[in-house]
């Protein structure tokens, strides 16, 4: 992603590369968090990833 006014803090690795798995960046007067991985039930079971959807949540609703 090249993109000045994205946060990534998350990225994943395939045979494509590595990508951009979560990014964050703020848009007028709000926030947007982007994630990526959750196509599969494993994932949304962790609760590393738990967490990271909890402070994702908690982050957009802090007035940007």
Do not use: K
Request: proline share 6%.
């Amino acid at each position: 992603m090249n993109d000045d006014s994205v946060d990534i803090f998350l990225t994943s690795s395939s045979e494509h590369g590595e990508q951009p798995a979560g990014w964050t960046r703020t848009e007028g007067n709000g926030r947007v968090c982007v994630l990526t991985p959750g196509h599969n039930v494993e994932i949304w079971l962790e609760p590393a990833y738990q967490t990271i959807i909890h402070n994702a949540m908690h982050w957009c609703l802090q007035p940007a």
